[in-house]
């Protein structure tokens, strides 16, 4: 949005709290090596608000002290989080920011479904830090397998990587994970290359949105390598194990978290009318229809069941064209006046936000991706897999990373591990 908006109309401040990815399908890159975080993580943009701030909720004032160039002032409230919004960093520092439009654009977070043990032993991976201490937690078993004296059981306990959901980002993060056990572990932690292991959990069928025959060829794929496919419902995270449903028993060094999204804390705290699942409510517009100049876009906003419109799927690909659509719309109600707070509550908006799916991608590892661009799960379309799609997967990436530093860095990286294996060290 920052990027489409018209310099003139509007002073852009951004209140991000996490360091952000400049491409997510990076995450499971990262946690092996093949790419390292300064090639994935997006530096901040200048001109943007002080560092790290956390939203922490809107306040629509109208009272007389508030008036503002005789405008109403809307303000949201937020304090500074630092190392990740963990407790023991700075004293936040509380601030307000005065807004005429606010777009509240702040993600989605991991579903846990409530089962005990998985925000306390599991680690998701969705920001730059948890790739990292992924990486941390994976290089640490290996080298702790080597210790003198360990037990053959927690040897194979401690290199028993477990991934939860075969969703795209599972499947990625398996492909990766096996590519970097036969590639780089069996060559430089040989001891141990007949204990590491990598077993996906998934309760119905892997990449359930993609073609039938993609999901059978990645999953050949995946068993080819070594990935352990279990068909299972996860019921409780101990320390060292997991429970399913049956009650097997799963121990694990290594334990990732990927079943899909919902709305985070801050979005159910939010009292706007909320569309299914929780997310905030938006019209065919992108606005939040209770409060004025506010709109909503990405993975934490929904259609309002009113509008009759099914649900968006939290895709990149969705979260970037209502980005583009809302800055030209923003832009064109700039132009015709309608820039400042309660200025556009009349105003004709033109043609509403229409989604059209451009198709998913996702790699395997081992040079294979699934490539299908079919609009909807029902529709007719090409599906490709094997080495051309991974090159079309690899083509495209390259031009979702945000920046030319980004970019380059990435383009690097991948070279580096071509050429010299990955980069295992442990910082
Ligand atoms: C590992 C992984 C791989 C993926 N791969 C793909 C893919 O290949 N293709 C695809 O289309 N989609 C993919 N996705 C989904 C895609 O990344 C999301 O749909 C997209 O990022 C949503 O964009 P967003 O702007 O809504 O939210 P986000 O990108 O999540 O950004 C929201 C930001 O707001 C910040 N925030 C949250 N709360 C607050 C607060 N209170 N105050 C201030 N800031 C806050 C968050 O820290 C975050 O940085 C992937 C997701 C993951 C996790």
Redesign the pocket.
């Given at each position: 949005m920052r990027r489409d908006k018209t310099p003139r109309s509007y002073d852009v401040a951004a209140?991000?709290?996490?360091q952000?990815?400049c491409s997510?399908?990076a995450?499971?890159s990262t946690c092996v090596g093949t790419l390292s975080s300064a090639a994935v993580a997006r530096k901040p943009s200048a001109g943007s608000s002080p560092p790290s701030?956390?939203?922490?909720g809107p306040t629509f004032l109208s009272c007389e002290m508030c008036r503002h160039r005789s405008r109403r002032l809307t303000l949201v409230n937020?304090e500074t989080v630092t190392d990740g919004g963990n407790s023991d960093s700075l004293e936040p520092w509380k601030f307000n920011v005065a807004y005429d439009k606010l777009i509240i654009?702040?993600?989605?977070e991991a579903s846990t479904f409530g089962i005990k043990g998985v925000k306390e032993h599991a680690t998701f991976?969705?920001?730059v830090h948890h790739a990292q201490e992924i990486r941390r937690r994976l290089l640490l078993n290996l080298m702790l397998s080597d210790v003198p004296g360990i037990s053959v059981e927690e040897k194979s306990r401690l290199l028993h990587c477990v991934v939860i959901g075969g969703g795209?980002?599972g499947v990625?993060f398996s492909g990766e994970l096996s590519d970097f056990i036969i590639n780089d572990v069996h060559e430089r932690y040989s001891h141990v290359k007949d204990h590491i292991r990598v077993t996906l959990i998934e309760a119905n069928e892997i990449l359930s949105s993609f073609d039938v025959r993609l999901r059978q060829y990645a999953t050949n794929h995946l068993i080819k390598s070594g990935v352990r496919l279990v068909h299972g419902v996860v019921k409780d995270v101990e320390p060292h194990k997991i429970v399913l449903n049956d009650g097997t028993e799963v121990p694990y060094g290594l334990l990732v978290w990927?079943t899909g999204?919902g709305p985070?804390p801050?979005i159910r705290s939010l009292e706007f009318p909320k569309a299914p699942g929780g997310r905030i409510g938006v019209d065919d517009w992108l606005r939040v229809p209770s409060v004025k100049d506010v709109f909503s876009?990405?993975?934490?906003s929904g259609y309002l069941e009113s509008t009759g419109k099914p649900p968006l799927p939290?895709?990149?690909?969705?979260?970037e064209r209502q980005?583009k659509y809302l800055a030209a719309l923003l832009n064109r109600i700039g132009k015709e006046g309608g820039g400042y707070a309660n200025q556009a509550a009349d105003m004709k908006l033109g043609e509403p936000f229409v989604y059209k799916h451009l198709g998913?991608?996702?790699t395997v590892g081992r040079y294979k991706a699934l490539v299908d661009l079919r609009q909807s799960k029902e529709a007719k379309g090409l599906s490709l897999a094997g080495f051309v799609s991974w090159f079309i997967w690899r083509s495209a990436y390259l031009t979702r990373v945000i920046s030319w530093r980004n970019r380059f860095y990435v383009a690097v990286n991948w070279l580096t591990t071509l050429l010299f294996g990955r980069d295992i060290t442990r910082i």
């Open positions: 209140c991000a709290e996490e952000q990815w997510r399908a995450g499971a701030p956390r939203l922490l937020c654009a702040s993600g989605a991976l969705r920001e795209p980002t990625e990927s999204v985070s801050f876009i990405g993975d934490c939290a895709l990149a690909q969705v979260a980005g998913s991608m996702a």
